[in-house]
């Protein structure tokens, strides 16, 4: 992951959406188990959803701003852990079959080597333990916005399967997600340029637009959507 400085007003305004991320533990959370990674914790807004769900969960994240944040937002739970590092540097250093659960929401977009770092991130789980990811979609929605962010890539559904396989993955789901954000997001951030996130539209979506892209996408196999959700697993042999 690239050592980008998030602007706090970004994170407070993207933390604002309990219905959105809610609908992501929806896939997650029956898969959040044992001692638990989650990597580019941000301020901790995922995080706050994985804690319940962990006997341990460590936190890395690489920007030194939000290390404080997260000390600060998780001191009085000690089966949680905050580590300064990239997940690069963090994973690198973990031993084969060390891990039960690794969360990446928003992360993996960031590494220019993402097929390395599936390698690594696969090595590290136990036989049985859980990869889940979240990332953007879309190879033509890619906008000022993702570059200072520091994403590398939009993906699509058939690349990332790919790339999980690949390193080892055995993928139980891999859909998009979140179809009704394609056109703001195609409109306002790829065509008008738009590099920072309104907080009246966020708070729009977030309360009357994702419950019923939830109810939706329930029952309906998404052709593309704004993000790809996926659940994977390692087998008995990496």
């Known amino acids: 992951m690239t050592d980008v400085l998030y602007e706090g007003r970004d994170l407070e305004v993207l933390a604002n959406m309990p219905n959105y991320y809610s609908w992501i533990m929806d896939t997650f959370a029956s898969h959040v188990a044992g001692h638990v990674v989650e990597y580019g914790a941000g301020a901790g807004t995922v995080s706050s959803r994985l804690a319940p769900l962990a006997a341990k969960l460590t936190l890395v994240e690489p920007s030194p701003n939000l290390i404080g944040v997260l000390r600060h937002r998780f001191e009085a739970l000690p089966q949680v852990e905050v580590i300064g590092a990239s997940l690069q540097d963090h994973v690198a250093h973990l031993g084969n079959d060390a891990i039960d659960t690794i969360a990446l929401v928003n992360v993996l977009e960031h590494i220019e080597d993402d097929r390395e770092a599936l390698g690594q991130l696969l090595r590290a789980l136990k036989p049985g333990g859980k990869l889940l990811v979240l990332v953007p979609a879309l190879q033509i929605l890619m906008s000022k ?7 590398f890539r939009r ?26 954000g394609v056109l703001p997001w195609l409109v306002l951030n790829r065509l008008l340029g738009s590099t920072t996130f309104n907080s009246a539209l966020v708070c729009v979506n977030d309360r009357f637009v994702v419950p019923v892209s939830r109810t939706v996408e329930q029952i309906v196999d998404l052709p593309f959507g704004k993000n790809l959700i996926l659940v994977a697993s390692k087998g008995a042999v990496n």
């Open 145 to 151: 916005l993702d570059k200072i962010h520091g994403h």
């Open 155 to 180: 993906y699509h559904r058939g690349e990332l399967i790919a790339k999980v396989r690949d390193a080892g993955g055995d993928i139980s789901t891999c859909r998009y997600f979140d179809l009704a």
